[in-house]
């Protein structure tokens, strides 16, 4: 089974401290992606990277910046956090998806909660 | 865009008492839909991919099912233990790229009374 961790089930910071939060996958997989989950919004996409040191901006990477130096890893940055970035983050991996039979499915990590007061 | 709209919002099922969930999307070309479950707490699990209209795959008490406008959700006999929100999602073939993005509905919350 694909293995996703992130480093923190739970986080609480203070307004203007940067944030690192991490996530490692186990199963070679070339994307990675963070989301953030709230009520009545659903999954957004920030940031994802399709491979070692790339990375694309999702619908909502404002306040947000990312890093993949490893295959593995691929860490979301808060550079200056703020308390509209109150919310559960998700981080999720996927292999290449394959052309004939469509896109592979994101497999998730347990997610972290992030409290900024 | 791509848009995804799950129906009901909330669902409240006696156990055994089967009901259906729905999903429906807009898309420019599909290129896959996916289901997830998901435990309050923890993220989203994976359940099915659906690739063209017609298909179904089924897993214990879920069926999943596809046509060009929706997908549903079809729970028999559902149990206690069925309790979850139920994700589902949409990657477009737009741009050709493998690494699609994935457009979420806002889900629906199930719960099964024993």
């Known amino acids: 089974d694909v293995k996703v961790t992130q480093s923190s089930r739970y986080l609480v910071k203070r307004t203007g401290e940067k944030v690192f939060l991490e996530c490692v996958q186990d199963m070679d997989h070339e994307n990675m992606f963070w989301y953030r989950q709230d009520p009545g919004l659903g999954l957004r996409l920030i940031y994802f990277?399709?491979?070692?040191?790339?990375?694309e901006k999702g619908d909502i990477p404002e306040g947000y910046s990312v890093s993949r130096e490893k295959k593995e890893r691929f860490s979301l940055i808060l550079e200056s956090a703020s308390t509209n970035q109150t919310s559960m983050y998700l981080c999720a991996s996927r292999p290449l998806g394959t052309g004939v039979m469509g896109g592979a499915p994101l497999h998730f990590g347990n997610g972290t909660r992030l409290t900024v007061t | 865009e791509d848009q995804v709209t799950q129906s009901p919002e909330a669902l409240r099922l006696q156990e055994g008492e089967s009901s259906s969930l729905n999903c429906s999307y807009t898309v420019s070309g599909l290129r896959g839909l996916f289901w997830y479950r998901q435990d309050p707490g923890k993220g989203p699990e994976f359940l099915f991919t659906?690739?063209?209209a017609g298909e179904e795959k089924e897993k214990e008490r879920l069926k999943a099912t596809l046509t060009k406008k929706e997908s549903f959700l079809h729970i028999t006999a559902p149990k206690p233990e069925d309790s979850a929100t139920y994700l589902c999602a949409v990657q477009s073939n737009a741009g050709g790229t493998s690494y699609g993005k994935l457009t979420f509905g806002q889900g629906t919350i199930l719960t099964v009374h024993p």
């Open positions: 659906l690739y063209s």
């Open positions: 990277s399709y491979d070692v040191k790339m990375k």
